[in-house]
């Protein structure tokens, strides 16, 4: 049966990860982050194709996990504050992406440190202001954690 999207929580924490044990990351002190919408996790490969002798040989690389979605533009939100400054100084922030709370016994999902790849303000006419962020695995992640 598919899972409602509304449950999936978006955690965040500004001290990176150092191991993806499912104990450490349990205990590591995330924060959710309440204003965000749209959150997709695209994991994908590189291909390449070889012409052999005994016909094509294809061949991938190692995964690739991204994140992307819109959150406020709101400069009293921690989150907001967090993001802006990873993306401007360019270090990595530790996220979480579970489908309920994260210290939950049984909650699944994916957990590790990311960089901000995209920060986009989108100031609209009429409605809130959003930012459309984007950001990049770049050490310690895990796509099978399950809270103990």
Known sequence: MAQ???IFKLYYSTTLLAATDNATIAAHGFTE?????SVQSPATRSQSDY???????TTTGPAKYS???EMLLDNSNAFYA???????ANTAIALADVDGAI???GT???AGNFLVTDF????PDSGPATVSVSVAKTSFFTSDYTAP
């Open 4 to 6: 409602d999207g509304s």
């Open 33 to 37: 982050a309440t204003d965000v919408s």
């Open 51 to 57: 012409n052999a002798r005994s016909g094509v040989v």
């Open 67 to 69: 994140k992307s979605f």
């Open 82 to 88: 967090a993001i802006k400054a990873a993306f401007d």
């Open 103 to 105: 210290a939950t016994t």
């Open 108 to 110: 699944k999902g994916d």
């Open 120 to 123: 986009e303000p989108n100031e």
